[in-house]
T-cell receptor, first 116, second 116 residues
Framework: GAVVSQHPSWVICKSGTSVKIECRSL??????MFWYRQFPKQSLMLMATSNEGSKATYEQGVEKDKFLINHASLTLSTLTVTSAHPEDSSFYIC????????????FGEGSRLTVL | DQQVKQNSPSLSVQEGRISILNCDYT??????FLWYKKYPAEGPTFLIS?????DKNEDGRFTVFLNKSAKHLSLHIVPSQPGDSAVYFC???????????????FGKGTHLIIQP
């Protein structure tokens, strides 16, 4: 099946620094990618929709200046957590839907962010 | 308001027996349902899906049953194996209306534990 890859898989940073997470579709093109955050024992929470060549669409309650999303190509979206704080520590996951496919999303491996 | 509910946070099943994971939904517009499997610190992987025009879909050891009148679906795993121990997310899609921006609404997940 289609493959979506995230990098890095885990990152530890100091409070106040910015962290970039990459999401790549390896064998298909995706005009739209999605970013999620997962809290312990909770479901995936959709943060934003990343649109190739245009601005991301953020879900209610998600700070767009805090979580910068860039979708520069049909195979790459990046999420930058700016001025990270300990409460930003979480598991971040991206997904993408193959062009023309319906229903099924392919997820990345996830990135564990720990802010000290 | 939770539109997709997985009321059992965890389920313990003996190896070789049948595992039954349940999922209820409230939005009658949902017409496509998916199950995802997630290991710790990894992204979800697609397992099996079912369209609302069917009441059963089978793939190897995995079978999903859909009861539209009861707005209920279940995932059966038989026989259960140790590698099946994971968190299972139920997701629903209402194409053209409802759902999240990614088209999916997730339940909170059920942690399946297969005991030897």
């Amino acid at each position: 099946g289609a493959v979506v890859s995230q990098h890095p898989s885990w990152v530890i940073c100091k409070s106040g620094t910015s962290v970039k997470i990459e999401c790549r579709s390896l064998d298909f093109q995706a005009t739209t990618m999605f970013w999620y955050r997962q809290f312990p024992k909770q479901s995936l929470m959709l943060m934003a929709t990343s649109n190739e060549g245009s601005k991301a669409t953020y879900e209610q309650g998600v700070e767009k200046d805090k979580f910068l999303i860039n979708h520069a190509s049909l195979t790459l979206s990046t999420l930058t957590v700016t001025s990270a704080h300990p409460e930003d520590s979480s598991f971040y996951i991206c997904s993408a839907r193959d062009l023309g496919a319906t229903g099924e999303l392919f997820f990345g491996e996830g990135s564990r962010l720990t802010v000290l | 308001d939770q539109q997709v509910k997985q009321n059992s946070p965890s389920l313990s099943v003996q190896e070789g027996r049948i595992s039954i994971l349940n999922c209820d939904y409230t939005n009658s517009m949902f017409d496509y349902f998916l199950w995802y499997k997630k290991y710790p610190a990894e992204g979800p992987t697609f397992l099996i899906s079912i369209s609302s025009i069917k009441d059963k879909n089978e793939d190897g050891r995995f079978t999903v049953f859909l009861n539209k009148s009861a707005k209920h679906l279940s995932l059966h795993i038989v026989p259960s194996q140790p590698g099946d121990s994971a968190v299972y997310f139920c997701a629903a899609s209402a194409r053209g209306s409802g759902g999240g921006a990614d088209g999916l609404t997730f339940g909170k997940g059920t942690h399946l534990i297969i005991q030897p």
